[in-house]
């Protein structure tokens, strides 16, 4: 028995990137929308600043998309699914 801890690789799970988010919200929504939908995400603020991390960035993201009460709200959800998966995963967190 062993007692490694498995990562997000293990799995087949990597952290989605800005462009395979955005693609994937169009291919449920279509390009308006999806664009739409991720600037009001990605900048609530309409400063056009993206602050944090990575995972902290896509998980805000995620929160708002979730909110919406529409398709890309379920996207939101799982998308928040996907970013927490890899962070509760990630080596430097699962070390600690």
């Known amino acids: 028995m062993t007692t490694d801890q498995p990562s997000a690789a293990d ?3 990597t952290l989605p990137s800005e462009a395979e988010v955005i693609a994937d919200l169009m291919k449920l ?3 308006d929308l999806a664009i739409f939908a991720w600037r009001e995400a990605s900048d ?3 400063n ?3 602050r944090g991390n990575p995972e902290e960035l896509l998980l805000r993201i995620a929160e708002q998309l979730a909110a919406r009460p529409d398709v890309a709200g379920v996207f939101g959800r799982s998308l928040a699914v996907r970013v927490n998966t890899d962070i509760a ?3 430097a967190r699962s070390s600690a």
């Open 89 to 91: 995963l990630s080596p």
């Open 29 to 31: 929504v279509g390009a």
């Open 48 to 50: 056009g600043a993206s």
């Open 11 to 13: 799995y087949g799970l």
């Open 44 to 46: 609530p603020d309409g």
